[in-house]
C-alpha cells in the first residue's frame, strides 16, 4: 500500500519499499500524467525524465517510462540528470512538462519524485496548492486516464550534462580564464561530477584539478569532509 504521507508540499517523497515500492510507480506516474492531461486539455505531451544516483533510482525510472510510454507521450529521456540540469532540460526542449526520480537531500533509503510544467519561457512547480492535492487524490482513488493504442515514443538525451555544461558557459558570456591554477574538487560522489569534469575538460586546459570523492555514490555511504 502506498503511504499518503509521501505526498509533499513540493514532491513525492519516502522510504523506498516501505512508503512506496516499484509496483506503486505505475500508479505514482499515472496520477501524475493524468494532472497534466487535465492541465493541458489534451493527452499528446512532450514529458522530460531524469534521475539521480540513488541505487533504488534506475528501476522507479524504468518504470515510469514503460508507464509514460503507453500514452501518446514523447519521453525526452535524460537517464542521470542533476535536478537544476533537469528543470533546465524542460525549457531546453521546450517540452510541457518533466518528471525527476529523486529524494533531494535525504538519505539513500528514501526516493521519490518531482515534477513540474513549463508556462513559456519558465518553469511552474507543483505544490500542494497547485497540482499535488489532484496527484494525491488520483493516485489514491486509482482515477487514471486509459491506456492508448497509440504508444509513446522515446528520444533519448544522455549526453545532456555536456549540453548543460555548454549551455551555461555561454550564457556567462563564454569567459576566458587567463593563467594557471591548481584547483582540488570534492564532488561528495554526488551528481555535480557529471558537469564539473566537462567544464574543467573542456574550458580550463590550464587549470592543474585533482579530484576526490568523484564517483557516483548511490547508496550515500561515503564519509568526507
Known amino acids: 500500500m502506498i503511504n499518503p504521507a509521501i505526498f509533499k508540499a513540493y514532491d513525492i ?16 506516474i499515472r496520477g501524475i500524467y493524468k494532472f497534466f492531461s487535465d492541465y493541458f486539455g489534451r493527452q499528446e505531451l512532450v514529458i522530460n525524465l531524469g534521475r539521480d544516483m540513488r541505487k533504488s533510482s534506475p528501476e522507479i525510472y524504468e518504470s515510469a517510462l514503460n508507464t509514460l510510454l503507453k500514452y501518446p507521450v514523447k519521453v525526452i529521456d535524460l537517464d542521470l540528470c542533476s535536478t537544476p540540469a533537469f528543470y533546465y532540460s524542460v525549457l531546453k526542449f521546450s517540452a510541457d512538462a518533466g518528471i525527476q526520480i529523486t529524494a533531494s537531500h535525504n538519505p539513500g533509503e528514501y526516493n521519490g519524485i518531482k515534477f513540474v510544467m513549463r508556462k513559456d519561457d519558465r518553469i511552474v512547480k507543483v505544490s500542494g496548492a497547485f497540482g499535488m492535492d489532484q496527484v494525491k487524490e488520483n493516485v489514491l482513488s486509482e482515477s487514471f486516464v486509459s491506456y492508448q493504442e497509440k504508444s509513446g515514443q522515446q528520444e533519448s538525451h544522455h549526453n545532456f550534462d555536456n549540453v548543460y555544461v555548454d549551455d551555461t558557459v555561454a550564457y556567462m558570456g563564454n569567459p576566458v580564464y587567463k593563467g594557471k591554477y591548481k584547483i582540488a574538487v570534492d564532488s561528495a560522489n554526488a551528481m555535480g561530477i557529471l558537469y564539473l569534469k566537462p567544464f574543467f575538460e573542456k574550458y580550463s586546459q590550464n587549470f592543474e584539478v585533482s579530484y576526490i570523492n568523484q564517483e557516483l555514490d548511490g547508496s550515500f555511504s561515503s564519509s568526507f569532509g
Open 13 to 28: 517523497r519516502g522510504v523506498y519499499n516501505k512508503d512506496f515500492a516499484v509496483e506503486d510507480v505505475a500508479k505514482i
